[in-house]
């Protein structure tokens, strides 16, 4: 087999080396706290939720050190941390969803009495040239923030954090029809939101 | 008799629902069928699909983001 001569103790326990983690892990707190920050908007939750996260890291002491990919590793231990404080509050959790009524969010009165749309969806061209703005992120950050609190963290929880339907509906014990009304609220007023502050302007 | 053309409302939500699993063969035929006929639920359709795409993006932008 080949020689083990990488193993020589110097590796570890160097004052560089804790150095060198000390930068390596502040780099990954950072983003830790922009990711947090994202889904929980207040900074408090969000410092709590990362807080937790890099102390159930350090348990896992053995982990810690051999992950190559430490950030996504960290990152999936902050994702249920970030559902298990917003259960925990219980805020987020939509036990009314099915009484989602016009109150809720620009969406609710996207279509008239007989189911037409108010203001009929119109073409955003090639959108994705977008991805390149830093202003458009602002933007899409923004009309995130602007739903309703529960429906904000079930839409992240699916399209940015890509968890399952299935893994979503047992983690806050809802039913998938409710799921889907709750995403079909939030794509609504994420795109009018997102055609009244970017598409409608000169973006497009 | 169910009624055989959707509304805009029921066509949107149908093409929301198709993102997450697959619609029955009835739905599908009558959401395409409505799609044909109507502009504004036809860029609906295309605009969620763009806002998963963003979504999906944006871990990716939160590690660009670095200071």
Known sequence: MTPRNSVDGREHGTVGGNEESARTLESHRKYLMRYALFHLRESSLAE???????????????????????????????????????????????????????????????????????????????????????????VYQKCCQRMPERHALVFSMREVMDLSTEEICKKLQISKSNLHVILYRARLSLRSCMTENWFAGDHA | MRKLMYSCEQASKLSSRAMEEPLGRLDRSLLRLHLMMCRGCRNFSRQIAFLRRASRKVPEVLEKDED
């Open chain 1, 48 to 138: 709590d939720a990362v807080q937790d996260t890099l102390i159930a890291a350090l348990a896992q002491h053995d982990a810690f050190e051999g992950r190559s990919q430490l950030r996504t590793w960290l990152t999936s231990i902050l994702k249920h941390k970030i559902i298990d404080l917003v259960r925990k509050r219980g805020r987020g959790l939509p036990v009314d969803v099915l009484q989602l009524g016009e109150e809720d969010g620009p969406a609710g009165n996207s279509f008239n009495a007989s189911g037409r749309w108010v203001d009929p969806p119109a073409d955003w061209g090639l959108p994705d040239a977008a991805f390149e703005s830093k202003q458009f992120w602002r």
